[in-house]
C-alpha cells in the first residue's frame, strides 16, 4: 500500500531562521509526483512546491526548497528566512499511481516565532 | 477569477439526519474531489467526479454520495449522520490540462460540519 509518513506534529522556528519539515512515503513505482501543501489558520489549502520524480533537481519555490531523495523515499520541505506568515499546518501528498487519489500525512503544525 | 468556493461554511445537524454540500470549481476546471479532514488530521479523499461520473471512490460507506452538474459544479451529501462525520469537508478542482492524476488541486475553504 502507498503511505504518507510525516513524523514531526509540531515544529517551531525563530523568524528569519530556516526550518526543515520531514516527509516519506512508500510506492513501488518509479514515476510519481510529489506535493507540499500548506493550510494556514483560515483553512484554504494551497499548494507550496511540487517535486516530480523523475528530475534529479530538487525543486525550489522563492523561500521554499526540498531535498528529494528518491532511494530513500524521504521528500522534506525547507522553508528559509522564515516569516510570520509561514505558519500553518503544512502536509505532504502523494496521488496515488494510475488513479486521482490524493494520500496525505497528518501533517506538520508550524509555529513561527518572533 | 474566482477561486473554489463551498457552501455552507458552517452546518450543524443531528444524528440520523441528511447533509447536503456544494462546491464550485475554479474557472475552467472540470474536475472535483472531495475530502473529509478531521480534526489534526489530514485530509482523506472520499471521491472524485469527472464528466459527471464518478470516476474515483477512497474508503468510505455509500452514506457518502455526490453529483457533479453540467456546470461542473459538485454537491456531496451524506446520509443517516453520525457523530464521527463531524469534519471539515474540503473541495478540489483541478484542470484538464496537465499530467492528468498529478494535477495541481486547488482547494476551497471547506465546510465545517457538526454533529450532535
Known amino acids: 500500500a502507498q503511505t504518507v509518513t510525516q513524523s514531526q506534529p509540531e515544529m517551531s522556528v525563530q523568524e528569519a531562521e530556516t526550518v526543515t519539515l520531514s516527509c516519506t512515503y512508500d510506492?513501488?513505482?518509479?514515476?510519481?509526483?510529489l506535493f507540499w501543501y500548506k493550510q494556514p489558520p483560515s483553512r484554504q489549502m494551497i499548494l507550496v512546491i511540487r517535486?516530480?520524480?523523475?528530475?534529479?533537481q530538487n525543486a525550489t519555490e522563492n523561500r521554499f526548497s526540498v531535498n528529494f531523495q528518491k532511494a530513500a523515499k524521504s521528500f522534506s520541505l525547507k522553508i528559509s528566512d522564515s516569516q510570520l506568515g509561514d505558519a500553518a499546518m503544512y502536509f505532504c501528498?502523494?496521488?496515488?499511481?494510475?488513479?486521482?487519489?490524493?494520500?496525505f500525512g497528518t501533517g506538520t503544525r508550524l509555529k513561527v516565532l518572533a | 477569477d474566482a477561486g473554489v468556493t463551498q457552501s455552507p461554511t458552517h452546518l450543524i445537524k443531528t444524528r440520523g439526519q441528511q447533509v447536503t454540500l456544494r462546491c464550485s470549481p475554479k474557472?475552467?476546471?472540470?474536475?472535483v474531489s472531495w475530502y473529509q479532514q478531521a480534526l489534526g488530521q489530514g485530509p482523506q479523499f472520499i471521491f472524485q467526479?469527472?464528466?459527471?461520473?464518478e470516476r474515483q471512490r477512497g474508503n468510505f460507506p455509500d452514506r457518502f454520495s455526490g453529483h457533479q452538474f453540467p456546470n461542473y459544479s459538485s454537491e456531496l451529501n451524506v446520509n443517516a449522520l453520525l457523530l464521527g462525520d463531524s469534519a471539515l469537508y474540503l473541495c478540489?478542482?483541478?484542470?484538464?490540462w496537465g499530467p492528468g492524476p498529478y494535477n495541481e488541486q486547488f482547494f476551497g475553504p471547506g465546510t465545517r460540519l457538526t454533529v450532535l
Open positions: 478540489a478542482s483541478s484542470s484538464p
Open positions: 501528498a502523494f496521488p496515488t499511481s494510475g488513479t486521482y487519489k490524493y494520500i
Open positions: 517535486q516530480e520524480a523523475y528530475k534529479q
Open positions: 474557472s475552467g476546471h472540470d474536475t
Open positions: 510506492t513501488s513505482e518509479s514515476d510519481y509526483y
Open positions: 467526479y469527472y464528466e459527471e461520473e
